[in-house]
């Protein structure tokens, strides 16, 4: 493990595991992220054509989604839940799917690739675990769930690993490969991070813009009544004229 | 050549596509049942694609792609009630400018992008007479009066319309806020359940209820003049970014129930203490309460329809038409002889609507057949099956054609199966094609399949499935109720008779959510519970939805065998293969 990578999950895990609240959050966040990988597994099930490999998919998904079931667990009994409890509870905060535009995970990195990811993340996911036991976070019961996740993380690590060295042997750029996907995650930070300073400032602007232009519109401006009302007039004229209309 | 239209829906929830082939529905499925994220709003790219692989042909083919909204109007209806509101809404504001800036209002362009259709292919169908068109236009009827009722559309929340066999025409509406779907959600969020998830929980949590607190909640909503209004002083969804009830609400009803709190009300009180069962009595009485003031709103409205259309069919859809014991009260005393509901009622059928509005009311073209059968989903040939199982080494039988009977067997020795044959249901409900099947005559059976199976809350009831020729014996379904629970859109009365010997699938008031099962249109499913019938004396099998808590109903055999070695089932049906456990 790199010296900078390691320090950094060190500060990481004293922050995030002693902060009131972020116990929860955090294990939400692995609930999520495991759901989701159960199912970019699952969905490499169905998409490959290395029929060998299928079994493997399975029983990785299998345990990727009984992970997030102690993830969620975890979180539950901790207590004190507020938004995490909404994260685990309601599916729909679902968004490590790794679906995008419509193309699962395999379908976008194709088998090669989307072994090489799985190796990369798993070895990172071992990583992170050990560092958190080493510390003695973030309570024993949640130590004791994550060495048993560690066990099944390891046989992950260890049959992507041997998959990853034999795309190597055959000539296929997996160390580049690997390279990209932690560049790309230190990419998709920035532009998380992006995105919420752009959200910070964007609701500034537009809360300036609300007080200022909206305001004097309260004026004319009512609720709706309730009971019924006429319905608003159709535009006339072609009827494929007016469907294609927006408004 | 062929007229081919897709209808989509998407943007809010339970997203989906719809292919038409000259009117005729060719395929029509729900997003998530491809992304597996439960009431998926993403734009529905696999669902399109599926569409358009099973008709075999390309994007290229289609000649029109129809959205289920006008997004103007709707982004009209939320700068308004911004403005209305002032300075209530100074926090919804930034989110919904946010929003609707930076995406939903180039809609056509995204539209274009995803799907790969030119700009001028794109139609877009105002969202209540999406779902007008939805439920007219697959009916049995000619000449209907149209109810639709959900959260809000673009400004209806409610709308009465008039269908004439290819033309829909509008005739009232109630506009935001006013909204019964959303007074329904706002009281789902209270008694600690997700909106647009929860809804079927608060309405299984009411029979447990009495409801008490009409005196509170009258003043909430009010009926008037064949419509309704509500105070929005207890409502925040006009004005605040994710609440729809004001601090108001609560100090009228008591606080909120926390999500996840064991629900022990006096029925079943099992280990709670006494002030647990005083609390959970409560919830239930708010979920009684409010139940019955929807109902009583849906007979109100239905009665001002047959007042104002005259017609002897009523068509229903929105969120609020999949309230089973509100449509079946609507069936047995409200005016109308018959009442059609298409069985994916809510968001999603909305893609169903704006495409066969497309076909007859913009293009004018004549009305073909009703829709008889809600299979219309994915489905996967045998051999990709067999080398599934193969390659994950599993446990199976190829029994042929036997399987609906060897399934009447498994069930009628105690077993607990996942039944999934053909193609996979178009809307919410599991109506024997990705079911989760069992013995509705003994009452440990519902505790088994809620605790070992699906993992989801106790108090919840299970729907049983009866072959139509013995559906009388069992349930009292009024004549109007007939089409509707083809589809399980409709709760009612087990009969007094019938009670005892279906314990798992009689809810603690003595109603049931019954699929009657017609041998016509579900040729295995009907065997199944025949050969059942046969063995037991009992026709009727217990039918929920074949999946796990948090999860979309299964699709593929790779999500069906995830499930099955996940829960406690004991047997797995795919098509013709019958699925052991791992050992």
Not at chain 1, 50 to 55: A, D, M, N, P, S
Not at chain 2, 25 to 54: I, N, Y
């Amino acid at each position: 493990m790199g010296v900078l990578r390691r320090m950094w999950l060190t500060v990481a895990s004293e922050v995030s595991w002693r902060l009131p609240g972020r116990p929860q959050r955090l294990l939400a966040a692995f609930a999520l992220a495991e759901r989701g990988s159960m199912l970019d597994m699952l969905a490499a099930v169905e998409a490959t054509d290395r029929r060998e490999l299928r079994k493997k998919y399975f029983l990785h998904a299998l345990d990727e989604g009984r992970h997030a079931l102690v993830f969620a667990e975890r979180v539950r009994a901790l207590g004190q839940l507020g938004r995490a409890e909404a994260a685990i509870e309601d599916s729909g905060k679902l968004v490590e799917a790794g679906i995008v535009g419509g193309r699962t995970l395999f379908e976008r990195l194709g088998e090669p690739e989307f072994l090489t990811f799985v190796y990369v993340a798993e070895a990172d996911a071992v990583e992170q675990f050990r560092v958190y036991l080493d510390r003695g976070l973030p309570d024993t019961r949640t130590q004791d769930e994550l060495r048993g996740i560690l066990k099944e993380e390891t046989f992950h690590v260890s049959y992507s690993r041997a998959e990853v060295d034999r795309y190597r042997k055959e000539g296929l750029p997996v160390d580049w490969w690997a390279t990209r996907l932690r560049l790309r995650r230190l990419w998709e930070g920035w532009l998380r991070f992006s995105r919420d300073f752009g959200a910070v400032m964007s609701a500034f602007w537009l809360g300036v813009l609300y007080l200022l232009v909206m305001a004097p519109f309260r004026l004319l401006a009512r609720l709706e009544p309730g009971g019924w009302q006429t319905p608003a007039g159709r535009p006339g004229g072609d009827p494929l004229v007016a469907a294609r209309m927006e408004g | 050549m062929p007229t081919y239209i897709l209808g989509i829906s998407a943007l809010y929830h339970d997203s989906a596509a719809v292919l038409l082939r000259d009117g005729e529905v060719v395929a029509a499925v729900q997003e998530e049942r491809f992304s597996r994220l439960k009431h998926d709003p993403a734009l529905p790219v696999r669902a399109a694609r599926w569409c358009l692989a099973r008709a075999g042909i390309t994007i290229a083919d289609v000649a029109w792609l129809v959205f289920y909204e006008k997004p103007l109007r709707k982004f009209d209806r939320i700068l308004s009630t911004s403005v209305a509101t002032f300075p209530k809404s100074w926090a919804a504001f930034p989110r919904h400018m946010r929003a609707w800036l930076g995406d939903k209002l180039w809609l056509r362009g995204n539209l274009c992008e995803a799907f790969g259709v030119r700009p001028d292919r794109v139609l877009f169908c105002e969202h209540h007479l999406s779902h007008a068109a939805s439920a007219f236009f697959p009916s049995p009827h000619r000449d209907a009066a149209i109810l639709c009722v959900d959260g809000v559309g673009e400004w209806a929340t409610t709308s009465l319309w008039r269908g004439r066999d290819t033309a829909i025409e509008p005739v009232a509406e109630v506009r935001f806020p006013h909204s019964l779907g959303l007074y329904y959600s706002a009281i789902t969020a209270h008694l600690g359940f997700a909106v647009n998830e929860g809804e079927f929980k608060v309405m299984g949590m009411a029979a447990y209820g009495q409801p008490r607190f009409r005196a509170e909640m009258d003043r909430l909503l009010k009926l008037d003049d064949g419509g309704f209004s509500l105070d929005l002083d207890y409502f925040a969804w006009h004005w605040h970014p994710s609440q729809a009830a004001s601090p108001k609400l609560e100090q009228l009803l008591g606080p909120p129930r926390y999500p996840g709190t064991p629900f022990t009300p006096r029925a079943t009180p099992e280990g709670a203490g006494e002030a647990e069962i005083a609390a959970s009595q409560r919830y239930a009485d708010l979920a009684a309460t409010a139940q019955q003031q929807i109902e009583e709103a849906m007979l109100h409205l239905a009665r001002h329809a047959k007042a104002k259309v005259g017609t002897e069919a009523l068509c229903v859809a929105g969120g609020v038409a999949l309230n089973s014991v509100a449509n079946h009260r609507v069936a047995a005393e409200g005016p109308f002889a018959n009442l059609w509901i298409q069985p994916a009622a809510g968001d999603a059928g909305g893609a169903l609507g704006a495409a066969l509005w497309a076909w007859h009311s913009v293009l004018g073209n004549p009305r073909g057949p009703a829709l008889e059968r809600a299979d219309l989903g994915r489905d996967t040939p045998l051999d990709r099956t067999r080398e599934l199982l193969d390659d994950l080494g599993a446990r199976y039988e190829d029994v042929g054609d036997d399987a609906p009977e060897r399934a009447g067997d498994d069930l009628a020795a105690g077993k607990v199966i996942g039944w999934m044959d053909g193609r996979c249901e178009w809307g919410p409900r599991a109506l024997g094609h990705r079911s989760i099947l069992a013995d509705p005559r003994r009452p440990e059976t519902r505790d088994a399949v809620n605790v070992r199976v699906k993992y989801r809350e106790p108090f919840r009831p299970f729907a049983p499935s009866v072959v139509a020729e013995h559906a009388d014996e069992y349930f009292d379904i009024p004549a109007a109720s007939r089409e509707p629970a083809r589809f399980m859109l409709s709760t009612g009365p087990v009969r007094e008779s019938a009670r005892a010997t279906l314990g798992a699938t009689t809810h603690v008031d003595g109603t049931a959510r019954v699929q009657v099962v017609d041998a016509g249109t579900s040729p295995r499913y009907h065997r199944v519970i025949s050969r059942f019938g046969a063995e037991t004396g009992v026709p009727v099998v217990l039918n929920t939805s074949f999946n796990l808590k948090g999860e979309p109903v299964v699709s593929s055999p790779v999500d069906a065998m995830a499930s099955f070695v996940r829960s406690g089932l004991d047997l797995l049906y795919i098509d013709n293969f019958r699925v052991e456990r791992p050992r």
